[in-house]
C-alpha cells in the first residue's frame, strides 16, 4: 500500500478533532447537559450531522458512482421482530457514552487535547470491537 495515500485522512482527521475540540462536542459538560436536559447544544450538532449525512447520502444516490468509478449501492437492512438488538446495542452504547463522556469520534480529540485517561476508553473500546467481532456470528443480527 502507499503510505502517501493515508496523509491526507490523517490531516482530515487532524481538522475533524479541531472542529470538535472547537465546537465544544468534545466536552464532558456538554455530555452531561444533553444527557440531562438542560442544553440544545448537543443535540442540534447531532441533528445538524444527521441532515448533512441525509443530504450526502441523497448525493451519491444521483451520482451512483464513487471515486473508484464503482456503482455506490447501499443495500436495505431488514427489520427482524421486535428489533431487540438494535435497543440492546444503543443501550450498550448509550452507557458506555454516559460512563465515559465520549462517542467514538472524539476519543482521539480528548487524547489529543490531553486527557491522557481517555487513553483506557481508547483500548476498552478496541476491546469491546475485538469482543463483537469474534461473537458476530452467535450475535442476533
Do not use: D
Amino acid at each position: 500500500m502507499n503510505k502517501r495515500w493515508l496523509f491526507p485522512y490523517f490531516v482530515i482527521g487532524v481538522f475533524f478533532g479541531i472542529v470538535l475540540s472547537q465546537g465544544e462536542v468534545i466536552s464532558w459538560f456538554r455530555m452531561q447537559e444533553m444527557f440531562r436536559f438542560q442544553g440544545f447544544h448537543m443535540y442540534g450538532v447531532l441533528f445538524s450531522a444527521a441532515g448533512v449525512t441525509a443530504v450526502g447520502f441523497a448525493v451519491l444516490k444521483r451520482v451512483s458512482k464513487g471515486w473508484s468509478g464503482r456503482e455506490i449501492v447501499v443495500p436495505p437492512k431488514p427489520f427482524k421482530g421486535a428489533g431487540t438488538q438494535y435497543w440492546l446495542g444503543g443501550l450498550c452504547f448509550g452507557a458506555g457514552w454516559g460512563m465515559t463522556g465520549a462517542c467514538p469520534g472524539p476519543i482521539f480529540s480528548l487524547i489529543g487535547n490531553g486527557f491522557m485517561v481517555m487513553i483506557v476508553v481508547l483500548l476498552a473500546a478496541l476491546v469491546g470491537a475485538w469482543v463483537y467481532g469474534a461473537l458476530q456470528t452467535k450475535l442476533p443480527h
